[in-house]
């Protein structure tokens, strides 16, 4: 690895490395009991897919999570705070269509979708419609069908309490912990933090949710 290289490797922010490795557990979980399952309930599964198949692909993208998380940090410019939010919204998003299972067949989607929604509610500055499906490697037709489609999926519930980025914080701080120590933390959900109704529980000092963020963004 030449030494622009190292550089460039060093400049993708710990989350994106982290909310990758906590996606592709999921969908290689969800992978796996597809597969275990299709012979068994195969009309079942196909209903289910059908019902969600503005995101379910037809195949699996050759690009993995990790690469194309990482796509889309360096040629979009997001903030790291955006992928925390995108998070959040993904959550929500899987919360409220509980048919929908993270897979390989959707997962890419889902990302690019809950990205661009993120930054146009976080950052100032942020590329237009065109350009994110250019990044994400879909129509712009699909892009703008997946964003209206992810909003509704959401309620269009775009706030995020301080509380609530501290909590999904600590659970990307989990998964961090997963990384480096994997048989001390398993994650085996990908919804494994509380509502905003619920998140008072969860609040932490300020300087804690700082250090969260400082971590999260080195």
Do not use: W
Not at 39 to 51: G, L, T
């Amino acid at each position: 690895m030449t030494t622009g290289e190292v550089e460039a490797a060093a400049a993708v922010p710990r989350v994106v490395a982290i909310l990758s490795s906590l996606l592709q557990r999921v969908a290689e979980r969800n992978d796996a009991a597809a597969a275990a399952g299709e012979a068994d309930v195969p009309m079942r599964r196909q209903e289910e897919a059908a019902a969600v198949s503005a995101f379910q692909g037809l195949t699996k993208p050759a690009i993995s999570i990790g690469g194309y998380l990482e796509r889309i940090f360096r040629f979009a410019n997001c903030s790291p705070s955006c992928y925390v939010v995108a998070y959040i919204y993904l959550d929500r998003f899987l919360r409220r269509r509980p048919a929908l299972a993270v897979d390989s067949f959707n997962v890419h989607r889902l990302l690019i979708t809950s990205v661009l929604t993120a930054v146009k509610f976080v950052d100032d500055i942020c590329y237009n419609n065109a350009y994110f499906a250019r990044v994400g490697g879909i129509s712009l037709m699909e892009m703008n069908y997946l964003e209206v489609d992810f909003l509704f999926g959401i309620a269009f519930d775009l706030n995020v309490t301080p509380a609530a980025f501290a909590s999904y914080c600590a659970v990307l701080q989990s998964e961090m912990a997963y990384l480096e120590q994997p048989p001390a933390v398993d994650l085996p959900r990908l919804h494994c933090c509380p509502s905003d109704q619920d998140d008072a529980g969860c609040h932490h000092k300020q300087q804690q949710q700082q250090q969260q963020q400082h971590q999260l963004a080195v």
